[in-house]
Structures are given as C-alpha cells and as structure tokens.
C-alpha cells in the first residue's frame, strides 16, 4: 500500500498485534489426514453434548428467517429476566458475550484511557482496549493465581476507568472470591465481572454468581454467555446485567441486529429446556473431578482444582508447546499460550467420559514415545 493510503489508518490499528484465529475444524482434520469425527476438541472450552434438542427445534421450526430479528430481543430478554431475576430494562443481548465486551470498552474507552487486566485471563479485554486505543495497565495474578489486590488499588489511583474480572477465572478455573470482590467494588470504576463459566461452579440452579450485588454496587457489570452451558458457541449469543445508568447507552451504540433470529430462537428455548441443560453441566462438573483426579496421576502435568470447564495444567519436564503439538498429531486439540505466564502450561475442557479416556491413552503414548 502506498504511504498516503496506509495513513488513513488509525495509529492504534496499525500499532496493534494482529488476531490470530483458531485453524477450522475441517482444515486441521484436512491437515492431520483424520475425519472430523475422530478430532478430540478440547481447545476451547465447548460443551461436548452440544445444544438442547429443543434448541435445535426451535431453530428448524421458526419461519422468520426472511426478517430482521427483533433488536430489541423482546422474548428473550424477558426469558431473561425470569432466569436471573433481574429487571428486563437492565439486560442486554449480544452476539456472544464478545460483542458486549467490545460494546463496554467502546463507551467508554477514549484513546489513552486505561483498563486493568488482570493476567493470566481471558484476551479480549485486552485486545477490544487495543482497539479502542485504551492502554491495560496490567495487575499478574499471584502464584496461586489469586488476585493481588493491594496491586489493583494502586492501577485504580492511576486512574483506570474499569476493570475487568473473569469469574471463574479462564484459564486458571479459580473462583473470585467474595470479599475480593467486595473490596474491589469499593474503588471508583467500573467493575465487570465475566460470569462466562459461572453455570459450572453453580450447577444445581440458576446462578447467582455476582448478581446479588447489583442493587448495591451501580458500577457492577456482569456477563454471561450461552456458549457454554447451553452448547450455542456457534450461534453466538451472551448477555450482560447492567446497571441502568449503562444500559441506556448501550442501547445507543448497539448495533439494531445484532443477535440473529436463529439465536434468538435457540437461546429462548434453551432456558425454556433447563432441566435437560443443567443435567449436562452437572455430568460435565462430575467429569471434570474424574478429570481431574486422572490428570493428577499423570507425572508430567500438575493440574489447577477448577470450578469451570476445563483444567489448567503444568507442563513438568518436557515443552508445552510440544506436548500440544505431539496430542494435535494424534488428532487431540489442547490449548496452549505463547504467553510468557502461561509458556509452561495447557489448558484442557473438559469433554465426555469418553473424550477424557482418549485423552489420557493419548498422554500416555506420548508421555512412552
Ligand atoms: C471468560 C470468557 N468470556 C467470554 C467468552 C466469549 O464468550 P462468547 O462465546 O459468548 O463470546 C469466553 C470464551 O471462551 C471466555 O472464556
């Protein structure tokens, strides 16, 4: 491109790393020469049981798909409303929590206005600030990957405008814990805690997570997600609870049409299928403690206790990157971060019982190689 055009750029486009996206199912099924059928997808946090059947009913069954969904997404923000019993005006859809992410950031990030991150976490905070043009004054977390508060109060004085809190934490699977929360929501900025795991540490009802606190705090945000406990990643939907003051102006910057109507369709009667739902989260929580105890007898890898849907794992005495690499050829997906914090470690969601035999036969014949 010429100079003169690759000025119209903005400067923090341009500065900023590029994304790297995930490798299709299909083109690494391709590339590993396996069917798709034989892949062992545990890369990315996903519900291996899939959406509820009435899910997929609702999405075959609706006749609208000639028109613009509802922007208001009237039935399922009602839907919503009953499920968190929080009022509809303070709810929120987007096309996954993602979108929401991105929607908060672009309120309220000037260029040069700053967010606390607190890492190992989630990336898009980051990376939505980035594009925003926000700087992320970064607060690690401990050792233990609890937070450091003491840290967080100072990045706050700096005059950060929020932060940004994944609870459970991905992807260390750790609570956050109430009286941290506590001491957070006393500081002067927004407060938004991801709840995109919460149905995991919460699997005997609707959750509650922090949503009790936000007729208290007016700068508590929360978000959550159908990606995860209702099995709907692909169809990208997740909502937010928000304080009104936020809301109002979410509204505003919203796009009209931003969660399909096959979304739509599928997100309502999910919640209208809970029973069928909550007993998958609860096979995937009791899988996840066999998980657990199997990956803790493994010598090579150290895992973290989680609340979530996956485990984190230390890498002992080999490379985590070819650990990774060694499972993919053998057609098991794992995460692993080119991160300096988490160089050492991958991330394994929890699958089906089935998923978690291969898995550690396949550990195993790498482990013996
Ligand atoms: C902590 C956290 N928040 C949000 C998301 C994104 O959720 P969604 O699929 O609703 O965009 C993820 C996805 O992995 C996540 O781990």
């Known amino acids: 491109m010429t100079p003169v055009l690759s000025q119209l750029i903005r400067p923090e486009i341009a500065d900023l790393e590029p994304y790297t996206p995930i490798v299709p199912l299909e083109v690494l099924a391709a590339r590993l020469g396996l069917p798709v059928e034989q892949i062992v997808k545990l890369d990315a946090n996903e519900n291996p049981y899939g959406p509820a059947p009435a899910a997929l009913e609702a999405i075959h069954r609706t006749a609208t798909y000639h028109i613009y969904p509802d922007p208001e997404q009237t039935a399922l923000r009602s839907a919503l409303a009953s499920y968190t019993g929080r009022p509809i005006e303070e709810i929120l859809c987007g096309a996954g929590a993602d979108e929401l992410i991105d929607l908060v950031l672009r309120l309220i990030i000037n260029p040069g206005d700053a967010i606390i991150d607190c890492p190992p976490t989630f990336g898009m905070y980051r990376f939505d600030a980035g594009i925003c043009g926000g700087r992320v004054i970064s607060v690690p977390r401990r050792a233990d990957f609890s937070l450091d508060l003491p840290a967080i109060e100072r990045a706050a004085a700096q005059g950060a405008k929020a932060?940004?809190?994944?609870?459970?934490?991905?992807?260390?699977?750790?609570?956050?814990?109430?009286?941290?929360?506590?001491?957070?929501?006393?500081?002067?900025?927004?407060?938004?805690?991801d709840e995109a795991y919460v149905e995991f540490a919460e699997p005997d009802h609707a959750p509650i997570g922090a949503s009790d606190l936000l007729d208290d705090y007016p700068n508590l945000v929360i978000l959550r997600t159908f990606s995860k406990w209702a099995g709907l990643a692909g169809l990208r939907v997740g909502y937010g609870l928000f304080p009104r003051w936020l809301s109002e102006q979410l509204w505003k910057i919203?796009?009209?049409?931003?969660?399909?109507?096959?979304?739509?369709?599928?997100?309502?009667?999910?919640?209208?299928?809970?029973?069928?739902?909550?007993?998958?989260?609860?096979?995937?929580?009791?899988?996840?403690?066999r998980l657990f105890a199997r990956l803790s007898e493994v010598a090579c890898l150290t895992p973290f206790p989680s609340v979530a849907n996956f485990i984190l794992c230390r890498v002992n005495d080999r490379d985590a990157h070819e650990l990774k690499l060694a499972l993919e050829r053998r057609g098991v997906l794992v995460r692993h971060y080119r991160t300096p914090l988490l160089d050492g470690y991958i991330r394994i969601s929890v699958g089906t019982p089935d998923q978690t035999d291969t898995l550690l036969a396949t550990i195993a014949e790498v482990v013996n190689e």
């Open 163 to 193: 932060i940004f809190l994944t609870a459970p934490n991905n992807p260390t699977g750790n609570p956050l814990p109430r009286t941290d929360l506590l001491r957070i929501l006393e500081l002067p900025i927004l407060v938004v805690v």
């Open 254 to 289: 919203k796009q009209p049409y931003n969660v399909s109507v096959a979304a739509q369709a599928a997100a309502v009667a999910s919640l209208n299928a809970m029973t069928e739902l909550r007993r998958r989260v609860q096979a995937i929580v009791a899988e996840r403690e």
